[in-house]
């Protein structure tokens, strides 16, 4: 008898092995509120729910030591967790922490890295109440889970977008993307020729967007006390057209997206412009800025306009008409998700 | 000026590194009930407890793929995290699974470790709510966390000892780490000769005490049936006397265990003497059983003779009076935590 070919992974990509994994599971527990399939899972406890996200950053894949400083390596390790846990409309407060690691790692470093860590709890105000700690074959791996509460009607999926809704989104995208271009590049130009020192004079944003994101904390309790529940949220780890077509698809919906309102960083444009990259593509393809994509009602429009933090980059259309980015010359691109499939190694 | 040598974590160990990580934090909120330090974290969540769990499990550390099917290891890594939450005298709901996984498996490989995940899951009631997947860059890594509940009374911890306590223990110890030995020497003499069959017949019991391991729910639920609450309870991962070591510390006792009352299984005891290994070792200091050690009232002495799943193993004494073991010739020695130590690379 013959046997079937094994499936390779990079064959059906990180969302497509979630769905194979994760497909015809039903839940037991009637705490279980939401599973798979949200930045976090929900979990009922009674007068609140506890919200559940997790991460797993491993060496050579998501961060290069090269150019990561442990303790920012910390930092953006909880960042990037507690981010899931706000764009659920909810408030972190804590972490269990675990990490593999080789024998190259001294104590030394590992303090370093917890400071990070630590720094990130302070500020968010999150404790670290648990974690693992393992040696390793090669490098290191991190495994966070963030833990957060939210009154049961306050939390916010990713499924509920209605037509006509307007599509915000914090901050300004693809900053991350191109500020890892360049310490890339920086990067292999040392391994070149070794008396090079990095020339990253005057990009201190884009780097510091890459190295030290910040989850949207601010702009959570920015709508709340401007009394705006969104729709609909997602923290923008892979890419704007990623997380949109998330959306849409989570809420049985399209969306019209207008290119020149999308917000980019001037720093971000330039460096781009350096690198021959469109930055519409940094901000649509880029990854891991992580701010916030939200829907809201349309008769909020009038308590958005002047925050300057959020930007109205589109609106819900009904799912028949499509996922689609209008550019400033009239022309109408449908959506693609290129972000960042972790399981095809983009480092 | 001369640069402080770097401190080799292998110096340290596993339990100084994570002292060493985690102390002078103070938790800043009030729902953080229990930090680092028990079988689970403890989060207040109004009228029940929320219990968290993790553990990393690294292939080429943890696991060896050679003699580990990988649905008995799906099974294992959820069974280990489950038992930790019972060994709170909790019940688990949910868990996340992590996973890291390099190009050589296959979707097959990994729809089979789901397989097992999902048995366990199955088997003790609780609901895989998330997880993250992502590519490694040499095998396999493993990140469970689960999550359980209790009524905050319910809550068993492992400073709760009091003096004249009975010392008990469930099932049998050393069965896991003998049979880890067996795969062992079958796997060196299959390397040696390919064309060797691996010899395990008859020895079912210590090969499916390391490779499948059963979380304690029925000791749990045991003792509930029976009104018994223990005074302090943890999970032996590690090795009874690193366990009881555990208790002592944070109850701030001593003990004496008597040697000719650790249950240990005949075949556990046969395959150790062809290894040449005292059968006492391997309940001491073997680990992975996975059995319950834990400590109750006096009092509970003629509900507890009777259970047959349960040995009374010992009792608590004062902390002046020291942890020691008494053998049947009536010398004492003195307990020492030489268990498994994640950082030392047993395998």
Chains 1, 2 share one sequence.
């Not at 290191?140 to 989104?169: M, P």
């Amino acid at each position: 008898m013959e046997q079937a070919k094994p499936t390779l992974l990079s064959e059906i990509g990180e969302f497509g092995l979630i769905d194979r994994l994760t497909a015809n599971r039903k839940m037991v527990q009637s705490s279980s509120l939401m599973g798979v399939g949200d930045d976090a899972a929900v979990i009922d406890a009674g007068d609140h729910c506890i919200l559940v996200t997790t991460d797993l950053l491993v060496e050579g894949i998501h961060f290069n030591l090269i150019y990561t400083p442990l303790k920012h390596l910390g930092y953006k390790a909880v960042a990037v967790n507690l981010s899931d846990i706000y764009a659920m409309n909810a408030e972190p407060r804590q972490i269990t922490v675990s990490i593999a690691v080789s024998g190259k790692f001294s104590l030394e470093a590992l303090e370093e890295l917890y400071s990070g860590i630590y720094m990130a709890c302070d500020k968010y105000k999150v404790d670290l109440i648990g974690g693992d700690t393992s040696s390793s074959v090669t490098g290191l791996t991190i495994s966070i889970t963030a833990l957060g509460t939210a009154k049961r009607d306050e939390i916010v999926y990713r499924n509920g977008a209605q037509t006509n809704d307007l599509i915000c989104v914090s901050g300004d995208l693809g900053a991350a993307y191109i500020g890892l271009q360049l310490l890339e590049r920086e990067k292999e130009l040392f391994e070149k020729d070794h008396s090079l020192q990095p020339d990253l004079d005057g990009n201190d944003y884009i780097i510091g967007r890459q190295l030290k994101p910040e989850p949207r904390a601010d702009i959570i309790q920015l709508l709340k006390d401007n009394g705006i529940k969104p729709t609909s949220m997602i923290d923008i780890s892979d890419g704007l057209s990623s997380e949109i077509l998330h959306i849409c698809k989570n809420s049985d919906k399209g969306c019209r997206i207008y290119q020149e309102k999308i917000p980019i960083d001037a720093s971000t444009a330039m460096m781009a412009a350096e690198f021959n990259i469109e930055p519409l593509i940094c901000a649509l393809h880029g990854g891991e800025d992580y701010e916030l994509l939200f829907t809201v009602p349309l008769e909020s429009f009038e308590k958005l306009r002047n925050m300057k933090e959020i930007h109205i980059i589109g609106k819900v259309v009904d799912k028949e008409d499509n996922a689609l980015m209008l550019t400033a010359e009239g022309n109408s691109i449908q959506l693609r998700a290129q972000g960042w499939d972790g399981l095809l190694e983009r480092e």
